[in-house]
């Protein structure tokens, strides 16, 4: 333990205690926005593998992996990730052996973890990470539902079997079960995909707050926490655990749920206050009846309706009760049937949804938003991977050599290059979409400062942006360069946006910022290129 907290003193970081959050880290040193404040190896980890979506235990990668023959429940790229894995995965694989083939089917992520936290006590590399875990704050068993309860006994009961250690009991392992529900943080990519799970017990002595002053990114399975805001010698570092777009009785009840307290950060003390009440309604509320205005509702005080805070316009509550079951009902059917159903089918429910939400919601509303960003995961998976392997493509081939990019005798450009994906009229639904999508994150400090998510749609919203300029350069060829010089403006206005964010969230040395920085220089160079031409 003393060795830890030398380590973490070398780094400008001390663990204190607070007697209304426990522990939790605070630096002796000042750390700016970018700087690395903390990065950890998880104790343990494993990928999210379900029946459709396997990884590999060692990189996460999802690309050319096998089943261990030994104990046909853990999948690995090769042998170099195979290999690093082994110490711990030999005493996995022989445990998992024993289980007859049935049972192995209901090893979950979550069952797998603990039974490698598990092993991992028993290697007793780092008797100072096993200390600190065992000190993690976790749910006490009294407070959680009898629902949750009988889940967790059925889970120890197969970590049981799985490790046959007479010197455990269930009661211990449910406790630990809890503390992972607490403790664990999800693994993601740059992208913030989620790809696993891991257990970084120094990193969870980290608190929350709805306004954080660090975020915590992964590089590959490393857990990197970064200042996004001076942080003061002696300041509290502290990350966000939940989503922070969302009122704040929303915010509230999560943290309850899933970590047991009530948070009182500058954002949340300020429930019941004018701008609180107003980012609520803006972001659950409904929208008012005239589609030209953009105020937000509120309920009227003989609870008969909601008035528009902007014209004054009132919406009846039977109007809004109606519409709001309907969404209830489509959604229900939608989330009951995303397996069963065909995409298409899925697709247009969706649509139904977004059309009674935008006449039900505020345009900036979470739920509004979250439809959309169904409907093009849904609808435009294929085609937006196209799209931007179609931008890549073709910016590095427009770039190759000034002045002799593929055009055909007229300046257009050549279809053979295999620029256009071959349903482009959907394009602009898309950049429609992820405008309003980036237009809501940029709004009143919903993500305030530098959220890797506001980063990730200016870059979402500047590739989008820079495929628009192909379109139109398609359909009006070189005598419109200046027009066209708009949209690649744009895209190098949102680039730079994301650029400005991404650079202090996830650092510069990942391949994903890369190719961004990339992405960057490249619309720049197309960017003169296309004024040089206008100038000839
Ligand atoms: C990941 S742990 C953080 C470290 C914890 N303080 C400890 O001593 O182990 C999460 C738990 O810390 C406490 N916590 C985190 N942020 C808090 C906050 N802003 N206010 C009060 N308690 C908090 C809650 O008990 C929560 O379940």
Not at 482 to 489: A, H, I, K, R, S
């Amino acid at each position: 333990m003393e060795e830890l907290q030398s380590a973490l003193e070398d780094g400008g970081l001390t663990v204190t205690n607070l007697p209304e959050k426990g522990r939790c880290l605070s630096t002796t040193r000042d750390f700016y926005p970018g700087e690395v404040i903390i990065s950890h190896e998880p104790y343990v980890c494993v990928p999210n593998n379900s029946h459709s979506d396997s990884r590999c235990d060692g990189c996460f990668t999802s690309n050319n992996i096998k089943k261990c023959s030994g104990c046909q429940v853990v999948w690995y790229c090769g042998s170099t990730c195979q290999k690093l894995d082994w110490k711990l995965h030999r005493l996995e694989c022989h445990a998992l052996s024993r289980l007859d083939k049935d049972r192995r089917k209901y090893v979950t992520p979550s069952i797998r973890l603990i039974v490698k936290l598990y092993l991992r006590r028993k290697l007793q590399s780092e008797k100072s990470l096993t200390i600190i875990f065992n000190g993690l704050l976790g749910k006490d068993m009294s407070d959680i539902d009898e629902k949750q309860l009988v889940l967790y006994a059925q889970m120890s009961n197969l970590v049981n079997l799985i490790l046959q250690w007479p010197e455990i009991n269930l009661k211990e392992i449910a406790e630990n079960f809890s503390k992972l529900a607490c403790n664990a943080h999800t693994i993601c990519d740059s992208e913030l995909r989620p790809l696993g799970t891991g257990l970084y017990p120094v990193i969870s002595i980290i608190n929350h707050s709805c306004l954080p002053n660090a975020v915590l990114v992964f590089e590959g399975r490393f857990a990197v926490v970064r200042a996004v805001q001076h942080i003061p010698k002696g300041g509290e570092v502290l990350i966000s655990y939940i989503e922070t777009a969302g009122s704040t009785m929303t915010r509230q009840k999560a943290l309850k749920q899933q970590y047991l307290f009530s948070c009182t950060c500058p954002r949340c003390i300020k429930v019941g206050q004018y701008d609180d009440i107003e980012e609520s309604a803006i972001l659950e509320g409904y929208g008012c009846k005239d589609d030209d205005c953009s105020g937000f509702l509120l309920r009227d005080s003989d609870d008969k309706g909601f008035t528009c805070q902007q014209c004054g316009l009132v919406r009846s509550k039977e109007e809004i009760k109606t519409i709001a079951s309907e969404i209830k009902a489509l959604s229900d059917e939608s989330l009951n049937s995303t397996s069963c159903r065909n995409q298409q089918e899925v697709l247009s429910m969706y649509k139904m949804i977004e059309k009674l939400q935008r006449k039900l919601c505020h345009p900036f509303s979470i739920s509004l938003m979250q439809t959309r960003e169904k409907l093009i995961k849904n609808e435009g998976s294929d085609l937006k991977e196209t799209l931007l392997e179609n931008t890549n493509r073709s910016h590095s081939s427009l770039l190759g050599e000034k002045g002799r990019h593929n055009t055909d005798g007229a300046g257009r450009l050549d279809r053979s290059s295999g620029m256009l994906p071959s349903d482009h009229s959907s394009v602009s639904k898309y950049v429609m979409f992820f405008t309003i999508v980036f237009l809501r994150a940029q709004y009143g400090g919903i993500y305030p400062g530098f959220h890797p998510l506001l980063g990730l749609q200016y870059y979402t919203c500047g590739k989008l942006e820079w495929w628009e300029f192909y379109k139109l350069y398609l359909l009006f060829s070189i005598p419109c360069m200046l027009m066209l010089l708009g949209d690649t403006e744009n895209a190098i206005k949102s680039l730079t946006k994301a650029v400005d964010i991404l650079r202090i969230t996830h650092g510069t040395s990942s391949l994903f910022m890369k190719e961004l920085l990339m992405k960057l220089e490249e619309a720049h160079a197309e960017a003169s290129y296309k004024l040089s031409s206008i100038d000839d």
